[in-house]
């Protein structure tokens, strides 16, 4: 897992994704929902929602620039979150 360090920087990191990579990223590493449960949601399986979240986080770190990190931790005013 990687520390996204400011909401405004996990909303970057996620505008490149699909609705449904958005959606699994929420319920799973947000929410804490497991995949099973969020495949039933979604109507998919759970092997399924595993390559999603595996490719939503992908996308993700391939955004997270060492310049980028930097600048988010200088901001400390904002949240913390884990993904």
Same mark, same amino acid.
């Given at each position: ?16 994704? +699909?609705?449904? %990579? ?10 804490? $929902?497991? #995949?099973?449960?969020?495949?039933? @949601? ?7 929602? +595993?390559?999603? %979240? ?10 997270? $620039?060492? #310049?980028?990190?930097?600048?988010? @931790? ?10």
């Amino acid at each position: 897992m990687e520390r996204v360090e400011n909401i405004g920087l996990y909303d970057f990191l996620l505008e490149d994704l +699909s609705e449904r %990579e958005k959606q699994v990223v929420d319920l799973v590493i947000i929410g804490e $929902t497991l #995949q099973t449960d969020v495949g039933r @949601r979604l109507g998919v399986s759970q092997s399924y929602v +595993s390559r999603i %979240e595996r490719r939503a986080i992908q996308k993700m770190k391939q955004k997270m $620039t060492p #310049q980028l990190c930097k600048a988010a @931790r200088s901001d400390r005013n904002n949240q913390t979150l884990i993904v």
